[in-house]
Structure formats: structure tokens, C-alpha cells
């Protein structure tokens, strides 16, 4: 059974100032953020690259992250994350800076484009692994559900800006200003987290053992739960057999439309709707056995590939992405909530980092194989094998006793 709570009481944390400052900044990176997947792929779209072509540009982004995350764990368990994460926004802004400036040159090419696209992969490793040891600095426990619940709705509802401005951007005023404004936005986090005054809950940063030594004491603590790197293996597979290859070839399907575009931009924002939707019901939603509710609601992801895979309707295709934003909302609420509960605080980020690893570091695998695996199984078929083989693992993973029926009452 799911115990609810009011909503009254589940947006008590609003009222924590540095709480809100910390939302704020989280919203407008990710706004910013979602800006350029649109607007750069129709950008390399139109000088003539073709789905290969954008793989290598999105893994140029993700390799760097999954290689450095681990290290981004150990230096967020070592030193205040806050500071971390404002270098980290600085960084983007200047790739994304830069970016801009070569589009509006008309100067793109490969040799520019994947050096910044590798620095904001850096960057994205040193930001990624301090959030959920951050929030746990300024947030009470008992709040963790509706804290990570507000920041899902807020990553969602830029989810739903961002897509549908970068498209318009492509159709009017051109992609380099799309870009631009993800500079500003990461500039913007950076001085809202400088702000930030995490509270006195802050570990001290004392005879810290040695950056292995560190990093084998997160792999040791991460294989000792054989539901988290079970679960993390779905969330690889995932990634890189259905999502990255859905990326790729759903924005090269509606890049050779009319309109193309801003369907495809729309389409992402229907995902950005029901996420936001979906945050609002995690708000009020507390799993007793939250792995077997992630289970549950993974079960509507394999409808996203399926239904460009199938060629639906346009409508249904904006219900099906929409349902796989209510899912993805919920799934990553009670995941990350039930890992702050589980897991030490102490070693929270490097956990976070083994999690984020696994989810995320076959994603290039997935980018680059996307082309040559539509050229062997047909663009349909690349989709189809995806959505049927993370099926098969989530009813798998269900029926193994020892992942679903982890429960809160096994945590402290």
C-alpha cells in the first residue's frame, strides 16, 4: 500500500530559503539546457550531417562525464559540493558561449563543435554527483520525497519550455540563439548557488583517504546492494539500447518532415507536460517498497520508442510521450529519494556517481551505434528491439524477490 500526504504538508519545504534558491538555479540550467538538443541536431541536420553525425556530437558530451564521473563523486564527498557545482555552471556558460558564437558565424563544423561538447561533458561530471549530497545539507530527511518531487516538476516543466523554444528558434531566429540563452541560464545557477548557505549539517573535510582509496570504498558499499547495481544495470540498458538510439533516430525521422522541428520539439514537451504531472503526484505518493513501484512505472517507458517506432498518429505519439513523462517523473522522485535514505551520507556522492555511471556511460555506445543499427534492422525494427529488451529486464527484475520487495522499512 502507498501511504499519501497532503499537499499542504508536502510543500511545507518551500519554505526553506535555501531550499528555494537551490530550485531556482536547478530550473533555470535546465530550461537553458533543453534548449540546445533541438536546436543544435537541426542545426548539424541542416549542414548536412546525418544521424552518425549528431551520435559523435552527443557523445563528445556524454564520454568525458561517464570517464570523470567517479572522480566528480569523490571530489563531492571530499569538498563542499556548492562550490563544485558554481565552477562546474561556469564552465558551461563558456562552452555554450563559444557554441554560440560559432553559430552565429555560420562556422560550425565537427573540430569546434566536439572539444566544447567533451567540456561540457567535464563540466557535467563535476556537477552531477554533489546534487544529492547538496540537498541533503539543506533539507531535512523527512522532506527528502517532496523536495525531490519540486525539483522533478521544476526539471520538467523546463522540459517543457525548453524543447518548444529551441524549435521555434530553429524556425525563426536561428539555433546560435538558442544556445545563447543556455550560456545565460548557467551563469544565472552559478550566482543563485554562490548564494547558497548550506546549513550547519555540513561534514567536515578531514583525513580524507586517497582518491582510490576512496574510490574503491563507493565500489564496495555500491556492490554491496544488489538491488541498486541490479536496478542500475536496467537503467544502462535503458539508456543504451532504447533511449539514446530514440533520441537520435526520432529527431532524424521528423528532420526529414515539414514543420519538422517544432513537431519534434513538441513531442518533447508532451514528455515535459506529463513529467510535470507526474511530479505533482510524487508530491503526495510515499512506495513502501519503492523499487517495486520503479518497476511499475518503468513498465510505460517501452510505449515512447514503440510508438515512433510504429509510425502512430501525431496525436498519439504526443499521448505516449506524455504518459512516459508522468512515468519518468515518478521513477526518479522515489529513485532518488530512496537513495539519500539508503545510502551513508558520507558516501552518498560517489554512490550517486556509481548510479549516474552506470545509468549514463554506455549512452556514447548507444549514440554511435544508433546509425549503423538503423541501417541493419531498419529505423523501426533499431526501436522495436529496444523497447522489447527493456520489457523483458523490468518483468525480469520484478520477479526476482530480492529487487522488488526492498522496502523503506529496511532503511534506517
Not at 556537477?127 to 545539507?137: K, V, Y
Not at 522533478?152 to 544556445?179: Q, T
Not at 505516449?320 to 517523473?329: D, Q, V
Not at 534492422?377 to 520477479?399: D, E, H, K, P
Request: with cysteine; hydrophobic share 55%; aromatic share 8%.
Amino acid at each position: 500500500m502507498t501511504p499519501k500526504r497532503n499537499y499542504r504538508e508536502s510543500l511545507g519545504v518551500l519554505g526553506n530559503g535555501n531550499f528555494v534558491v537551490f530550485l531556482t538555479a536547478t530550473f533555470l540550467s535546465n530550461m537553458g539546457s533543453a534548449l540546445v538538443p533541438v536546436a543544435l541536431s537541426f542545426a548539424l541536420f541542416a549542414k548536412g550531417a546525418g544521424a552518425g553525425g549528431v551520435s559523435a556530437v552527443l557523445s563528445a558530451e556524454i564520454l568525458p562525464m561517464a570517464l570523470l564521473l567517479l572522480f566528480g563523486g569523490v571530489l563531492a564527498d571530499r569538498h563542499p559540493p556548492r562550490r563544485i557545482m558554481v565552477v562546474a555552471d561556469l564552465t558551461r556558460a563558456l562552452a555554450q558561449t563559444a557554441l554560440a558564437a560559432l553559430l552565429f558565424k555560420s562556422s560550425l563544423s565537427y573540430v569546434a563543435v566536439v572539444p566544447l561538447s567533451a567540456l561540457l561533458g567535464l563540466s557535467n561530471a563535476l556537477d552531477a554527483p554533489g546534487r544529492n549530497r547538496l540537498l541533503t545539507q539543506i533539507v531535512p530527511a523527512a522532506l527528502f520525497p517532496s523536495a525531490n518531487s519540486l525539483i522533478m516538476m521544476a526539471v520538467s516543466f523546463a522540459g517543457l519550455l525548453g524543447p518548444a523554444i529551441g524549435g521555434l528558434c530553429v524556425a525563426s531566429i536561428g539555433a546560435g540563439w538558442a544556445v545563447a540563452l543556455d550560456a545565460l541560464s548557467y551563469l544565472a545557477s552559478a550566482g543563485l548557488l554562490s548564494a547558497l548557505t548550506p546549513g550547519k549539517g555540513l561534514p567536515a573535510e578531514e583525513n580524507e583517504p586517497g582518491m582510490l582509496t576512496a574510490l574503491r570504498e563507493g565500489w564496495t558499499a555500491f556492490a554491496g546492494m544488489p538491488w541498486l547495481w541490479m536496478m542500475v544495470c536496467l537503467f544502462a540498458v535503458m539508456q543504451t539500447l532504447s533511449w539514446a538510439p530514440t533520441e537520435i533516430l526520432g529527431a532524424s525521422l521528423f528532420s526529414r518532415r515539414v514543420h519538422g522541428a517544432p513537431h519534434w520539439g513538441l513531442l518533447l514537451s508532451a514528455m515535459g507536460t506529463g513529467a510535470t504531472i507526474g511530479g505533482l503526484m510524487a508530491l503526495r505518493l510515499r512506495p513502501k517498497q519503492p523499487v517495486r513501484a520503479v518497476l511499475l512505472w518503468l513498465l510505460l517507458y517501452p510505449l515512447t520508442p514503440a510508438c515512433l517506432a510504429g509510425s502512430w498518429p501525431f496525436w498519439a505519439q504526443g499521448l505516449c510521450f506524455f504518459l512516459g513523462g508522468i512515468e519518468m517523473a515518478n521513477v526518479n522522485v522515489v529513485w532518488e529519494s530512496t537513495l539519500q535514505r539508503a545510502i551513508p551520507p558520507e558516501m552518498l556522492s560517489r554512490m550517486s556517481a556509481y548510479d549516474a555511471l552506470g545509468s549514463f556511460c554506455l549512452m556514447p555506445l548507444g549514440y554511435v551505434l544508433a546509425g549503423p543499427m538503423a541501417l541493419i534492422f531498419g529505423t523501426g525494427g533499431t526501436l522495436w528491439l529496444g523497447a522489447a529488451t527493456v520489457t523483458i529486464f523490468i518483468i525480469a527484475l520484478l520477479l526476482f524477490g530480492k529487487v522488488q520487495s526492498v522496502a523503506l522499512a529496511d532503511f534506517p
